[in-house]
């Protein structure tokens, strides 16, 4: 139930010693039910806890660029580029572990978990082959035939 999921995200955050990596995490729980304001301001707040962690940089760019907010968008990428100063490698290494955090959930069949962080990578990295691939397992394992061709109807004649 994502309501209770919601309310116990918020007395979890609310605490002052929670790990700046459980922020971002439960950020992107409030995106998915669209909660951008309380997505933010755990961001924001990751930021300041974590400087270095580059993926609440790129999930504020892709809040402000859903709302139109193009400058302030790339301001993140702008700071993140400051503070991370190797932000490429970083964000390979941050696909290829989420990856295989997502790959770990799918073999669990924890799908929500799996779908969750599989979104954080192709944030960071849209064309990542791996998490392209284990996003099509994921709906495989859950019945989601999204490419699968429809058959053709037979001939009557």
């Known amino acids: 139930d994502i309501t209770n999921a919601e309310h116990f995200l918020e007395i979890a955050c609310s605490k002052s010693d929670i790990p700046a990596l459980y922020l971002v995490g439960a950020a992107s729980i409030f995106l998915e039910s669209n909660k951008i304001g309380k997505a933010e301001a755990l961001l924001l707040t990751a930021l300041e806890r974590e400087p270095s962690n580059p993926e609440p940089y790129l999930l504020l760019k892709y809040i402000y660029m859903q ?61 990542y082959a791996p998490a392209l691939v284990a996003m099509e397992r994921l709906n495989y394992e859950q019945g989601i035939f999204t490419n699968a061709k429809q058959p053709k109807e037979r001939s009557t004649r």
């Open 67 to 127: 709302q139109g907010n193009k400058d302030l968008a790339d301001s993140y990428i702008v700071k993140a580029r400051k503070s991370i100063p190797d932000l490429e490698i970083e964000l390979g290494k941050m696909a290829e572990d989420f990856s295989r955090e997502g790959e770990k959930f799918i073999a669990d069949r924890k799908f929500a978990n799996a779908a969750n962080i599989l979104r954080r990578v192709l944030l960071v990295k849209p064309d």
